[in-house]
């Protein structure tokens, strides 16, 4: 289960009083910036590919 981080009440209330937007766990904020990230390029995926592809063996080098 992913842990909740959660803002103070001292931070929400000062938040509902400027108006802003109010994220009240880490979560939710990481959900909006990835929402609004563009999509990756196909040059952008095939870079990454190599990275992100599983490992064999085991060993650490």
């Known amino acids: 289960m992913p842990r909740k981080y959660t803002v103070s009440e001292a931070v929400l209330e000062r938040n509902r009083k400027g108006g802003k937007a109010v994220?009240?766990?880490l979560d939710a904020?990481?959900?909006r910036i990835v929402d609004r990230a563009p999509e990756l390029t196909d040059e952008q995926i095939e870079k990454l590919r190599p990275l992100l592809r599983p490992v064999n063996g085991g060993s650490a080098e």
């Open 23 to 25: 994220h009240a766990t």
């Open 29 to 31: 904020y990481v959900k």
